[in-house]
């Protein structure tokens, strides 16, 4: 069974950092990606940044919201989104969510929630002064 644990979070002041942390767990096979979601409070998930498996190019992708700011990278299983500049805006519940196998359209121009099957639990952001 595929576990997906996010840890990282919390509160911050406007300008600051966060970094959030996805490690999923039993895995043996398959190219995993991983992708960070968030939703704010009354707003629809968006998808704000995805990584494929180191090898195979490393596909990375930031939505336009946190590009430049926002920083993805992964160590095997563990996926880490490095959050800087963080605005009141980022304030949301951030979700990770893996995929074991991914097609060719995977993570090139968008984060589709549609493409991952495991999902961690969400951990809150807020970012306020």
């Known amino acids: 069974q595929v576990q997906v644990v996010q840890s990282g979070g919390g509160s911050v002041q406007p300008g600051g950092s966060l970094r959030l942390s996805c490690t999923v767990s039993a895995f043996t096979s398959g190219q995993l990606g991983i992708g960070w979601f968030r939703q704010a409070s009354g707003k629809e998930r968006e998808g704000i940044s995805c990584?494929?498996?180191?090898?195979?190019?490393?596909r990375v992708f930031y939505a336009d919201a946190v590009k430049g700011r926002f920083t993805i990278s992964r160590d095997d299983n563990t996926a880490y989104l490095q959050m800087s500049d963080l605005k009141p805006e980022d304030t949301a519940i951030y979700y990770c969510?893996?995929?074991?196998?991914?097609?060719?359209?995977?993570?090139?121009?968008?984060?589709?929630?549609?493409?991952?099957?495991?999902w961690g639990q969400g951990t809150q952001v807020t970012v306020s002064s």
């Open positions: 969510a893996s995929v074991l196998y991914y097609s060719g359209t995977y993570c090139r121009t968008r984060v589709d929630a549609d493409d991952y099957d495991y």
């Open positions: 990584i494929s498996r180191d090898g195979d190019g490393k």
